[in-house]
């Protein structure tokens, strides 16, 4: 059944789509402003914030993206061949259609990421790259990883009803993107899992903030205080002042709260899919989770231990068995 609020969300996302397609990020920002307030979905509390605040990233973790001497660099162009095999490789790894799937190359800065997928409609989806990928910087992954969103899209609104096909919980959006991603790179070499460390060990100075924060009993916190802090120690090991200052900086106008949905909580999605690795009908059951249940209940109902993939503790060595393959 589609409802009116199905209705107006579809609605909206054409329009959004329609300005993406015209490359007029102006108007693609001024729809989203227009119709953000109307049209918010609600949804349960994940309930895994004290998980996520034990995330642990090892000294080693920060030694090997830093100092690896690992090629971790992109590519300068994509051509539609390649995009036409990842589909192919998403589409057999997730038993899904995404030949409605469009691509857009735009002129615009990506700040903190690479490239983003957005819903349309039941199949209408699209992934959104950088038109110069001289300056954004583009791995082949980033590809499949996005191309993994508008599968959980696809899965989504074609398996559920009403306002349920709408919405999941962003952390297992980004779990069932990293899966795919994950697959394709167990197939490639050490530098390229390496790679995407990157992404992952961003949300490291992101945490401490949010623990500096919480220490200080502050929402809103500072780039020199941060980076100054005692929560910022390991990471001056690793990075100069000027470098942490620079990558927090595109955060800056976000409070703690929005730090910890937006970023922090649903990067870890990266963790859950290498611990479901291996796991294609719990991936594919994730997309379509009940968003009124908490993210415990969800996993316990599908027969996985949820206290043992939470434990993000142990984020660190997971990460190392996926990177050496051991």
């Given at each position: 059944?589609?409802?009116?609020?199905?209705?107006?969300?579809?609605?909206?996302?054409?329009?959004?789509?329609?300005?993406?397609?015209?490359?007029?990020?102006?108007?693609?920002?001024?729809?989203?402003?227009?119709?953000?307030?109307?049209?918010?979905?609600?949804?349960?509390?994940?309930?895994?914030?004290?998980?996520?605040?034990?995330?642990?990233?090892?000294?080693?973790?920060?030694?090997?993206?830093?100092?690896?001497?690992?090629?971790?660099?992109?590519?300068?162009?994509?051509?539609?061949?390649?995009?036409?095999?990842?589909?192919?490789?998403v589409e057999?790894?997730?038993?899904?259609?995404?030949?409605?799937?469009?691509?857009?190359?735009?002129?615009?800065?990506?700040?903190?990421?690479?490239?983003?997928?957005?819903?349309?409609?039941?199949?209408?989806h699209y992934?959104?790259?950088?038109?110069?990928?001289?300056?954004?910087?583009?791995?082949?992954?980033?590809?499949?990883?996005?191309?993994?969103?508008?599968?959980?899209?696809?899965?989504?609104?074609?398996?559920?009803?009403?306002?349920?096909?709408?919405?999941?919980?962003?952390?297992?959006?980004?779990?069932?993107?990293?899966?795919?991603?994950?697959?394709?790179?167990?197939?490639?070499?050490?530098?390229?899992?390496?790679?995407?460390?990157?992404?992952?060990?961003?949300?490291?100075?992101?945490?401490?903030?949010?623990?500096?924060?919480?220490?200080?009993?502050?929402?809103?916190w500072n780039?020199?205080?941060?980076?100054?802090?005692?929560?910022?120690?390991?990471?001056?090991?690793?990075?100069?002042?000027?470098?942490?200052?620079?990558?927090?900086?595109?955060?800056?106008?976000?409070?703690?709260?929005?730090?910890?949905?937006?970023?922090?909580?649903?990067?870890?999605?990266?963790?859950?899919?290498?611990?479901?690795?291996?796991?294609?009908?719990?991936?594919?059951?994730?997309?379509?989770?009940?968003?009124?249940?908490?993210?415990?209940?969800?996993?316990?109902?599908?027969?996985?231990?949820?206290?043992?993939?939470?434990?993000?503790?142990?984020?660190?060595?997971?990460?190392?068995?996926?990177?050496?393959?051991?």
């Amino acid at each position: 059944m589609v409802t009116n609020t199905v209705n107006q969300v579809y609605s909206v996302e054409e329009k959004l789509k329609n300005a993406i397609k015209q490359n007029d990020i102006a108007k693609y920002e001024e729809i989203q402003r227009k119709y953000s307030g109307s049209l918010k979905l609600h949804s349960a509390s994940t309930n895994i914030t004290e998980n996520v605040l034990n995330t642990y990233f090892s000294e080693d973790l920060y030694d090997l993206l830093v100092h690896g001497n690992y090629d971790t660099s992109g590519f300068e162009k994509i051509d539609e061949g390649i995009i036409e095999s990842y589909r192919k490789y998403v589409e057999k790894e997730l038993d899904v259609d995404l030949s409605k799937v469009d691509i857009f190359f735009i002129d615009d800065y990506f700040e903190t990421s690479d490239g983003w997928a957005m819903p349309c409609k039941e199949n209408e989806h699209y992934i959104v790259l950088g038109a110069d990928l001289k300056t954004n910087f583009l791995s082949d992954d980033i590809v499949i990883h996005e191309l993994g969103h508008t599968a959980e899209f696809c899965i989504r609104r074609n398996n559920l009803e009403g306002e349920a096909k709408l919405a999941n919980y962003k952390i297992i959006s980004e779990t069932v993107a990293h899966y795919s991603q994950f697959k394709y790179l167990t197939t490639q070499s050490l530098d390229k899992r390496v790679s995407v460390l990157a992404s992952i060990v961003q949300i490291a100075p992101l945490l401490e903030i949010i623990k500096y924060c919480l220490s200080y009993g502050v929402k809103n916190w500072n780039i020199d205080d941060v980076v100054n802090s005692e929560n910022f120690k390991t990471l001056r090991k690793f990075y100069s002042r000027e470098k942490l200052s620079f990558m927090i900086r595109p955060y800056s106008s976000m409070d703690i709260g929005s730090l910890y949905h937006i970023v922090v909580e649903p990067r870890l999605g990266s963790i859950l899919a290498l611990s479901l690795l291996n796991n294609k009908d719990a991936i594919k059951s994730l997309c379509l989770a009940d968003t009124n249940k908490s993210l415990k209940v969800i996993f316990e109902d599908l027969g996985l231990n949820s206290n043992k993939l939470l434990d993000f503790s142990k984020a660190d060595e997971i990460l190392k068995r996926f990177i050496f393959q051991s």
